[in-house]
């Protein structure tokens, strides 16, 4: 049972970093971890999981980050961004090449998915890696996750955005000389 004053998991991941000290002192992190701007495109429960991946990183307990957690939380990203994109295939196996089949990541994404994918069956499948490998996968994992975000999310929603502002310009250049030629009549 824990301790009255012990947060749960959960808590410590919905209200930021925290670092457990022997079990018992919580330090919060400076500075916090801010969203990345560009996430504003990202589903929120997508986002939601990625920023828990990204607690975990710097989350301690009794002396030890808890980096194979967020590799594993990393991969749980990858799998509901894909769903959120409408694929509904079984496996992430298959989620990940059915968006390359259907050309809707090239092959560097594709690649990308594949090692988020296997970086996070690592820690759960396989024994423990040394800290040092540990932290090393699940920071190149926190940065291909965000990269594949960017990629499936910010950057469609950016190039629509700006596509939207070239239209409406067009469309205001066309009424302004249609009205010009309207006057000069």
């Known amino acids: 049972m824990m301790a009255a004053n012990h947060k749960s998991i959960e808590n410590i991941c919905t209200e930021g970093a925290v670092s457990l000290q022997n079990g018992v002192t919580m330090v919060k992190s400076w500075p916090a971890r ?9 589903p929120e429960g997508v986002a939601k999981v990625y920023g828990r991946s990204q607690r975990l990183l710097t989350i301690k307990q009794d002396g030890e980050v808890f980096y194979e957690s967020a590799s594993t939380s990393f991969r749980r990203t990858l799998e509901l961004a894909l769903k959120s ?3 509904t295939e079984k496996t992430l196996f298959a989620k990940i090449k059915g968006m390359a089949k259907d050309g809707l990541i090239p092959e560097s994404m594709e690649s990308l998915a594949t090692a988020i994918r296997l970086g996070g ?65």
């Open 85 to 87: 994109l409408g694929r």
């Open 121 to 185: 069956n690592e820690p759960t499948h396989d024994f423990p890696l040394p800290d040092d490998q540990a932290k090393e996968e699940a920071l190149a994992l926190s940065e291909f996750t965000e990269l594949f975000l960017m990629y499936a999310f910010t950057l469609p929603a950016r190039v629509a955005a700006r596509q939207a502002r070239a239209d409406a310009r067009k469309e205001e250049a066309a009424m302004h000389a249609k009205a010009e030629a309207g006057e000069g009549e």
């Open 34 to 42: 801010k969203k990345p701007k560009h996430f504003s495109e990202v």
